[in-house]
């Protein structure tokens, strides 16, 4: 399979924990600091709670896959035509269920099924680690 | 409540579909705003009212450049993609006839996709996407779009052949459509043929890129009766929402193949006071072709999860008992979100479409999805 190489922008440290999650092979989300409640992605503001913070968690590495496609022609900003075909698979954590992680397909096989069984799997790309997630079983 | 036939579309206006237009943006919208006033029977200065897109020209720009410089009545519509320049544009029109502000409303729309960044830049510029999907590839609207696909494949049930039904249909109409960008036949062997972008979306699954205007003219009911073509009354304006924003609702969403379009249907019927079997025809948002299907069983042409079935059966082809994007739809037509279908709506209840008229045509519905807003519109001659 291919990987895209287009690293994260960060242009604010918000996702910063996601990806230093990566790199140490873990899952980490945000939740509702007060409640415990997973609310992915990070929003600005906490839908109806103005004054509420967001910290992180660490979720699942398990999920099933809510949905996926397989990239043929790669739609980002630049010439990425080396670094197709590749697999994006939406991943609902198992204990996070309803929130879905972007992240590539680890498999020999081309496409993964919806409902179907992954673990994280973080890919290098470049000088970065993505989010993967690779079947079980 | 909005009241039925209060308001008419007198007059509409295109520039030639294209790609990689030499006119701007401004030249494209404001020849396509003048076509619309003459075939509204106005002149420029009879125009009091703009409804103008948040992606397009301001209206002071384009006044000025029609020699209009009286503007009562302004607006701006904060809807994105089919449902700015169809519902939303013909509400705020329909508000401001109806308070007595205007009488001959322009909403005027421009649209150049093949410039750099194209469609696509709206999303790059999502801080999230640009931390969370672009890194993994997920990015584009085929790709999203590509993701419903097989997220409804797995709730429903879908075969290439169902989703190439959608593609087929489109392209017989646009075979008979002069401008039409895509009149080359296609059956499912060149469905095959095409090349595959996200799967299960090939190129023929999606929107073309086009550089045009168009525009067109709302009118006070009244004001419409000496128009130069049967009039065009607005019967239902629907528009559903839903929460999550468009940086979220592509992966977010609790569905995301249930957009808001059953809310804008129903009230879209409510008001014009019909129900989906009093039809005669539908244009029906198709930026790709698993979004034209699920709309189409949202306006209740068919019931839930059996859209590809219809496709399949050739009810939507010309000739069908319910003709859909009769002049290609954005996918073999051109690419103007939204208006173009309004557009090609008021042409077929006027009578005039050539090879591809619906015989008797009474009735249409016009959908427009814009990702987290729905419109739905009913238009009916006179």
Known sequence: MGVPNFPPRLESDLLRPFYDGLAKGELWLTT?????????????????????????????????????TRIERSLLPGDHKAEVPFTVVLVEPDDAPGCRVPGLFVSDEAEPACGQAVRLSPVRAGDHMVAGFSPIG | MMRPGRIAITGVGETPFVRASKQSLLEMTVEASAAAIADAGLRPKDIDGFVVNRNSHAADEIGFALGIDRRPFSAVTDTVGGTGPTGSALT???????????????????FQATRPGGPYGFHSREPLKADLEMPVGYFGQAAYFAAMANRYAYEYGLSEEELAAVSITFRKWAVLTPGAQKRDPMDLDGYRRSPMIATPFRVADCCLMTDAGAAYVVSRAEAAADAPHPRVLVQGLGLGTSGHPQSMMFTQAPS???????????????????????????????????????????????????????????????????????????????????????????????????????????????????????????????
């Open chain 1, 32 to 68: 509702v600091a007060d409640t415990g409640e997973w609310i992915w992605y990070p929003p600005e503001m906490v839908p109806g709670r103005p004054h509420a913070t967001l910290s992180w968690a660490r979720a699942s590495d398990t999920g099933t896959v809510y949905s996926f």
């Open chain 2, 92 to 110: 705020l029109a329909l508000l401001a006839i109806e308070a007595g502000l205007c009488r001959h409303v322009l909403v005027p729309y421009g």
């Open chain 2, 256 to 382: 995301i193949i249930d957009y808001p379009g059953r809310e804008s249907a129903r009230a879209a019927f409510a008001m014009a006071g019909v129900g989906p079997a009093d039809l005669d025809l539908a244009q029906i948002y198709d930026g790709f072709s698993i979004s034209a299907l699920i709309q189409t069983e949202q306006l209740g042409l068919c019931q839930e999860g059996e859209g590809g079935r219809f496709y399949a059966d050739g009810h939507a082809m010309p000739g069908g008992r319910m003709p859909v994007n009769t002049s290609g739809g954005h996918m073999s037509g051109g690419y103007l979100p939204g208006i173009t279908l309004l557009i090609e709506a008021v042409r077929q209840l006027r009578g005039g479409r050539g090879e591809a008229q619906v015989p008797d045509a009474r009735l249409c519905a016009v959908t427009g999805l814009g990702g987290n807003s729905h419109a739905t519109t009913i238009l009916a001659r006179d």
